[in-house]
């Protein structure tokens, strides 16, 4: 049995949804269907934010109400193991808050429970559009195998941003070799993450091979000490206090970039056509999948918006099979039911205009 499948979905004034609910009867493949603008993505969304997350769209979440609805939503899920959890966001708040059982929780606790990672449209050009979004999408991977790890990133944002406020200020010295401090050893325990996740997806990796690149990750590479690389990228930090237009001109973890080499093809990803692309991605799902479970006995939950995009019916077919394979429950979208009609095990949901209907269980 999966510790993290849900067994069922309710969502209220969330984006176009006013109230609706979906029972998976504890399937593996959930599989929305329904016209553009029905809300078929708003649903994935909804799953995306139980995992503490800000979601697979990253939108604020005053953002993320119905627009006609008062201004806040819910969400509430319970899984399987009959763990309840649930995300409320109310007018007014500044954040949202979770809960765990009917009891408080922070929204840490949430990826504990429920491990969500997810393929949008956007990631279709993942290795062809900017080093921001590609970082963004390897540190989500790595926070889902490893929940500290978004603490980590987060943390060294601030602490960016506080540097860079301090520069503008003309802040003393003392202040900036303490912000510098923190740096270095955030920056160095950030690194550290993405290089231990990236050589452990690579043993399930069997088509493709992941690399990271960056400053502080090629020292640790090399072999050099995690303290000697502290100490060295303080010391480049404190030679390096200028702003030019108000930005930083600075390197580290918060610069890096990774890559993707298909070995079937013998080419980097970004070289292959769209279609390749989205296979490369879906391999690395499925390794990242097993290298959760193995290390943690967990499953994880995975969602497919536009599942089907750039992949032909035999691809499609293959990706459902190896995601089965896996044991993990696939939330995905399209428009047509008959494109998924060869998908076993399966919960299929209409969506129309905000409302959820006709529920229909494919075994």
Not at 71 to 84: C, K, P, R, V, Y
Not at 134 to 149: G, K, V
Not at 314 to 321: D, G, L, T, V
Request: net charge neutral; proline share 2%; with cysteine.
């Amino acid at each position: 049995m999966l510790k993290s499948m849900i067994k069922s979905l309710s969502i209220t004034n969330f984006r176009n949804h006013e109230c609706g609910r979906i029972t998976t009867y504890e399937k593996n493949n959930i599989i929305i269907v329904g016209p553009n603008g029905a809300g078929k993505t708003a649903i994935l969304e909804a799953v995306s934010v139980l995992s503490g997350d800000r979601g697979m769209r990253g939108a604020a979440m005053n953002e993320l109400a119905r627009f006609d609805g008062n201004g806040g939503f819910s969400i509430f899920a319970e899984l399987n193991n009959e763990t309840q959890i649930a995300i409320q966001y109310n007018p007014g708040d500044t954040n949202r808050r979770a809960k765990i059982d009917g009891d408080n929780a922070p929204l840490s606790e949430l990826a504990r429970n429920i491990r969500v990672i997810w393929i949008t449209p956007k990631e279709d050009r993942l290795f062809v559009d900017s080093v921001s979004d590609r970082r963004a999408f390897f540190d989500r991977l790595a926070t889902s195998f490893d929940a500290s790890h978004a603490g980590r990133t987060a943390k060294l944002s601030k602490l960016m941003s506080e540097r860079a406020g301090a520069l503008k200020n003309n802040a003393d010295t003392h202040w900036l070799d303490a912000i510098d401090t923190q740096i270095a050893g955030t920056a160095v325990a950030v690194a550290d993450a993405r290089i231990k996740y990236a050589s452990e997806l690579n043993y399930f990796l069997s088509r493709c091979a992941i690399s990271v690149s960056g400053m502080l990750e090629q020292m640790l590479i090399d072999g050099m000490s995690a303290g000697d690389i502290e100490r060295k990228y303080l010391q480049y930090l404190r030679e390096n206090r200028l702003l030019v237009g108000d930005k930083m001109i600075l390197d580290g973890p918060h610069k890096s970039d990774f890559g993707i080499f298909n070995q079937k093809l013998n080419l980097p990803a970004h070289l292959t056509s769209t279609g390749q692309q989205k296979t490369v991605l879906i391999d690395l799902i499925l390794a990242h999948a097993k290298l959760v479970h193995a290390k943690t006995n967990q499953q994880i939950i995975i969602l497919l918006d536009e599942a089907a995009a750039h992949l032909d019916e035999n691809a499609r077919n293959k990706m459902f099979e190896e995601l089965g394979a896996v044991n993990a429950q696939v939330w995905a979208t399209g428009l047509e039911k008959d494109t998924f009609s060869n998908i076993k095990n399966a919960v299929f949901v209409t969506c129309h205009n905000g409302q959820i209907s006709n529920i229909l269980v494919a075994e």
